[in-house]
């Protein structure tokens, strides 16, 4: 069936523009990973000019600079997500425009504007609940209080072996956000073996909320996708595909998500309600399934 075809060109043109934009607007992130870098490493400086060892005052002030960076991430993000479940539905119903005048009882693609409303609320109270049983903003809050914790670490330990302020400086500035630097060289390799990121986590705290976001962004579209799908009776469910760019997946969670047929609507086929929450970073998208029995094929576009 052609139009089947169709539907995936569609989701994964739309796909495309998403990462686009998404990358343009973390953009605007790493700038505010590095505002904040030069903030903090303006209170090292003037904690080291005051000749004292109480490095209380400075803490405090990292913390309320790092408390500030979350809040305003925070809102940003929420309302990422909120274009992004908006932009989810309106590309979920043009991917399916070919069923237009082709379905049966009446039934259409489209929602009156209330149902539209109602959908799109529903889909983003979700995303800022958290579908994994913790909310965005406390996601966003715990990497920042890991960042502020890595922080502390590193300048009184810069402080114990000697460093120039400059040279803690600079640490900050590569956990923050990685620089333009090889990552190879013997002075990195040694700040990552006394500094590690930890298991699942990146080597700088930008790319960390890098991932968080870009995670967050692709749940948004699959949850405003099944939302769409919860009011159409002519679907029959929602279908996982592995993207091509996705790259081997270690876990082998996507291809079974692909495989798995344990609701019997065929292969990969899930109820709108049981749509899979994936690793991060996941690139596999999902596209919606009509009942061939709603469908009067021949009127199909």
Partial sequence: ????????????????????????ELR?????YIRTTGRIQNLILTYDNKKTNN???LFKSIEKEMLVLSNKLTKS???????SVRRSLVDTKASISMFKGALKSGASIGMKA???DKVWRRALGKMIKGTRGVSLSTNIWDLHQISYKEIRRMIAKGYVDGLYPGEIMNNIRGFLYLPEA??????????????PPGRGRYKSAYKNMDRLIRTEVTTAYR?????????????KGIQWHRSAGHGECVSGECDAYQENDEYGLGAGVYPPSA????????????????????LVVDNIK
């Fill in 182 to 195: 090889d990552m190879r060289t013997n002075k990195w390799k040694k700040f990552y073996k006394e500094f």
């Fill in 275 to 294: 749509v899979p929450i994936s690793h991060p970073n996941c690139q596999c998208y999902i596209t919606i399934v009509a009942r061939e029995e709603a």
């Fill in 55 to 57: 490095m209380g005052p």
């Fill in 28 to 32: 605007k992130y790493r700038a505010e």
């Fill in 114 to 116: 209330e149902v539209f």
């Fill in 1 to 24: 069936m052609n139009y089947i075809d169709d539907i995936n060109k569609a989701i994964i043109k739309s796909q495309a523009a998403k990462n686009i934009n998404l990358t343009d």
């Fill in 223 to 235: 949850t405003a996708t099944a939302e769409y799908a919860s009011k159409k009776s002519w679907v």
């Fill in 77 to 83: 993000a929420q309302a990422l997500i909120g274009k």
